[in-house]
């Protein structure tokens, strides 16, 4: 059952798959919310906690790359690039990107207008660091395969992968968006190279009884 907070993307996002768009939905909600006509219902005062703390303990950041999956309005992205990376956030939604910019027009973040499963070329291994966050649990499950693909191609060598999503039981279906993630798709972000390194549930203090997958994938460094 959606939040009622969750409302307008859900309308948004019936009338969008209806006719065939699996992404366009992502504009409608952002356009209407800039009008005032509509609510963003992960537009959160602070970067997500978990993505804060996943990156406490990662290491170095300074002159590494990283790329925020699904920026949306920023939060995350500002919060990655304040750790010392050269940030690149990219968002399907051209009104969601011209908010974030908006939002902080002294950022040191790349906003990028882009487009997850028709990604630039030049991102191909091109990420030191890569953070997707909700935004593939997002995307139906027709599309599911192709958005996990393009999220690890993203990967550098000698790079890593932080997924966080929610977490649905295996077998188990829902009438989304979201469609949370089980078990076995997050274990499929090991592909074209990329390996596991770490994959739990764990609890967002700030949301009771709300469990997410939070995993870490790598790619080996290539060789001198």
Partial sequence: M??????????????????????????DLYREAAGGDAVVPWDAPQANPLIVDALADAGDAVGRSALVVGSGLGRD???????????????VSPTGIDSARARFPESAVDYVVADLLDLPKRWHNAFDLV???ITVQSMPLSVRDDAIAAVASTVAPGGRLLVISGVRADGVEVDGPPWPLTRAEIESFATGGLTTTSIEQI????????????AWFDRTPSRP
């Fill in 2 to 27: 959606s939040r009622p907070h969750d409302a307008d993307a859900s309308r948004l996002a019936a009338q969008s798959l209806a006719r065939g768009d699996v992404t366009g939905w992502f504009e």
């Fill in 203 to 214: 609890e967002r203090a700030d949301i009771p009884g709300a469990r997410r997958w939070q």
């Fill in 77 to 91: 992205a500002e919060h990655i690039a304040s750790l010392g990376y050269r940030t690149t956030a990219f968002d």
């Fill in 131 to 133: 953070v997707e966050s």
